[in-house]
């Protein structure tokens, strides 16, 4: 089985409130870390993976998304000008090509299944992944670049998963999970949050989904559930028995960037990760933390 995972969509619609001030004016996608916003890091991994058609669900207030993946052709007359040569052509490396780059808005906040659906349209009737930004995987492959290989042998539904601490597990979707083949888990059932002396393992869903295209039929007969919103979770469980259906154990270590402390972890992992900047911050960590 050759299944070729061609389309990425991006639900960037959510106002931030958690890093306010910081997001009033700017979107939440857009905060970097190291040099580059998290939506860039998601681009990226997408093209990794082998997508080349990438759709933007967004919202009021999401202009400057737009604009980080247009042309800017003062600011590239200028780097021209100032023979910045290599600089130019790093700018124009990863700027998406012709036609590759949809938006569609979001016009009510009524949660990531209702994000997804709107989408519809333009994903089309083929396998799709789901990409939320604020989950960043620092991986030698790039996380949905590891899903797509994999799920080219199995089709269906399938989402990244990685083990959480028991008394985490009211945080997180839930597997209840089925044989293990290596790094996939049948998915038996989801639980949403559900409290640890509870919960059927450790094993929860993060933002890294390839999706069949049969979830949008039931996206559009769901009722709303948790907090008034149209889960995409419970789509998915109804799925269940009727197409594959997998967790997949990536490499890598995930950060949550929608919470504080974690972005500030990613942007210390990330820049250590680099060899332009990690052996001059790494002794700067080292006599910071030996002080405390």
Known sequence: MTIKIRKAVFPVGGLGTRFLPATKAMPKEMLPVVDKPLIHYAMEEAKAAGCEHFIFVTSRGKTALEDHFDRHFELEETLSRRG?????????????????????????????????????????????????????????????????????????????????????????GILSPGKVDGRLT???????????????????????????????????????????????????????????????????????????????EANIAFALARPDIGPKLAPYIAKTAAGL
């Open 84 to 172: 910045k040569t290599a600089e130019l052509e790093a700018l124009r490396a990863w700027q998406p090509g012709l036609g590759q780059v949809s938006y569609v808005r979001q016009p009510e906040a009524l949660g990531l299944g209702h994000a997804v659906l709107c989408a519809k349209e333009l994903v089309g009737d083929e396998p799709f992944a789901v990409i939320l930004p604020d989950d960043l995987v620092l991986a030698q492959k790039p996380c949905l670049a590891q899903m797509a290989e994999a799920y080219a042998g199995v089709g269906g539904n399938m989402f990244a998963v990685m083990d959480v601490p028991r008394e985490h597990t009211q945080r997180y």
């Open 186 to 264: 049948e998915v038996k059932g989801l639980v949403e949050k559900p409290k640890p002396e509870v919960a059927p393992s450790t094993l929860s869903v993060i933002g890294r989904y390839i999706l069949s295209p049969k979830v949008f039929a039931k996206l559009e007969s769901q009722e709303r559930g948790a907090g008034g919103e149209i889960q995409l979770t419970d789509s998915l469980a109804k799925m269940i028995g009727e197409v594959p259906f997998n967790g997949f154990s990536f490499e890598g270590t995930r950060f949550d960037c929608g919470d504080k402390v974690g972005f500030l």
